[in-house]
Each structure stands twice: as C-alpha cells, then as structure tokens.
C-alpha cells in the first residue's frame, strides 16, 4: 500500500512561515547587538567606552516641591514599616539640618498636623 502524503493546512503553514519570520528577527537582533559590543570593546577611549555601554535614561517623574515618599521595608514582618525623618532637627533649637531617621510603624492614610514641616 502506498500512502498519500498529507495535505498541510494553510494555516498552520502560514503560521510556521510567522513563527520563521520571528526568529530570524530575533537572531538578526542578536547579531546586531553583539557586533555592536564587540565594536565598543575595540574603543580605547574609556570615557566613550562607558558612555557607549551606558543605557539610554528613561524619562523620569519629578516629585513636587514637599510632596511625601516612603521607603518601605520589604519582608516578613506584618506590619508595613517605613524609614521615618524625624521633624524635629536633632540639634533643637538649633537649626544644623541634621535629622534622626528610624524605622517605624508605616502610618497609612493618617495626617500628620504639624506644624514644623521639613522644606
């Protein structure tokens, strides 16, 4: 008995040419980029060097003028904790600039009324 060969889906033949389409892409990037590494490390100029090999900066959100940020601590505590600038300068009533920082319970959604805010 002689077997016919099976028809192929066009479909799945469109998707195998996509899926090669892809990779050689990838590849292609590939190469770009590692013929690119290699020609840095051939500069001898270091300064260039480093700003060639250095990643392009995101662009980045300023924070606004006295706007609050937290640090928070990331493990298995169940409390959230966060470092904490104390208002107080350390030296009161002396005004140096120096300020205790400590890790303290995080206070969420809680104001803070006082009246000697840090600028």
Request: with cysteine; charged share 45%.
């Amino acid at each position: 008995m002689v077997e016919e060969p099976k028809k192929k889906d066009p479909e799945e033949e469109e998707r195998v040419k996509e899926d090669r389409k892809k990779k050689v892409a990838v590849l292609k990037d590939k190469i770009k980029k590692a013929e690119i590494k290699q020609a840095i490390a051939k500069e001898t100029n270091e300064e260039k060097k480093g700003e060639q090999l250095a990643k392009p900066k995101k662009s980045i959100k300023t924070m606004d003028s006295l706007s609050c940020f937290y640090i928070k601590y990331r493990g298995t505590s169940k409390e959230p904790l966060a470092l904490e600038v104390s208002q107080k300068d350390k030296y009161a009533p002396k005004k140096t600039g120096v300020y205790n920082i400590d890790i303290q319970k995080m206070r969420v959604n809680k104001s803070d009324n006082s009246k000697n805010k840090l600028a």
